[in-house]
């Protein structure tokens, strides 16, 4: 028998949609299901002021879908050299909607990103003084620090001492993947969130390489222990205001996926809410999937829910979908964890 389930028309609160062709492929999958999106500003070259973030909005606006009122939310690429007067500048004309930390180094096209977390406690400053969120990739890059504790040391060197200089500050710690990070969370106040992606709720760093090395199942932070995941689950689905959706969908075509050194980054956008209702009902925690993708994250972010909705059905066997999308020439692939998927969009 296939089961219904309508809820407020949820948001995505960290997504990538690069740009170009790959712009004109991916957004169509998100525009379908989400109302309003906080995109990431790692562009090549990054959107560090309010000119590009406008020129990247208008480029987004103009590849929606025929008909669609989807909202992109901009965000602004912290670097060494951010300066307080370009942000209030920006926030005074609404152009950001939160400032997005990468470590040097950490993650795709970070390059340009903080070397010295105190390099902008100038900027820091002024962001907590007006409101403005720090939205964090949560990981130190150091040779020295095994990858699977990137993200616990990442809380020791760098979130305590600035939650300590700056306790008002709103920081929204992107894409929890260990116990550590989740614990944290959990013994912070409202300044602190977290979002939460749909491939780790699934994922464990045995799917990485199970039946050889998956690049698809490849991602930073990368997936961890079963320990880990089972802590995540958890609080995706505790009710807690503090922890929503963000799905880190990230796209690489093919050739970029299925190489030596292959990019970080899972594309899940067609797919995300129809996996993350699958998980919410294999917890028995259908009641609590509208807070999660459409109440909270739009209340931590200043923003009434959407007005509109969406309709899932559950099918009795597993939906039948294109694994796969066009790209220019490029083909990209959408996540597939192993595990059938019976969720899918109806309306």
Partial sequence: MNTEITIIRPDDWHLHL????????????????????????????????????????KRI?????????????????LTDTTSPEEIKAAYAVKAFHAVKLFPAGATTNSE????????????????????????????????????????????????????????????????????EGVDYVFEQDKNMVATITPHHLYLTRNDLFSGGLNPYMYCLPIAKTFADRKAVRKAAVSGDERFFLGTDSAPHPARIKEKSKAAAG????????????????????LDKLEGFTSIYGARFYGFSPNSSTITLAKRDKPVEIDWQLKSGGDVV??????IPLYWELVD
């Fill in 266 to 285: 899972i594309f899940n956008a067609p797919t995300s809410i129809g996996y993350v209702t699958q998980f919410f009902e294999e917890m028995n925690a």
């Fill in 112 to 179: 340009s990103g903080v070397t010295d977390i105190a390099n902008v406690y100038p900027v820091l400053e002024t962001m907590q003084e007006i409101g403005l969120p720090l939205s964090v990739h949560g990981e130190v890059v150091d040779p020295e620090v095994d990858i699977f504790d990137r993200e616990a040391v990442f809380i020791n060197r760098v979130l305590e001492p600035l939650r300590k200089d700056f306790p008002e500050l709103k920081i929204v710690f992107e894409h929890l993947t260990s116990k």
């Fill in 18 to 57: 690069r740009d170009g062709d790959m712009l004109a492929a991916v957004l169509p999958s998100t525009a379908k299901i989400y109302g309003r999106a906080i995109v990431m500003p790692n562009l090549i070259p990054p959107v560090t002021t309010v000119k590009l973030a406008e020129e990247y909005r």
């Fill in 61 to 77: 606006i103009d590849a929606r879908p025929e008909g669609s009122d989807f909202k992109p939310l901009m965000t602004c690429y």
């Fill in 333 to 338: 692939k959408i996540f597939k964890p192993g």
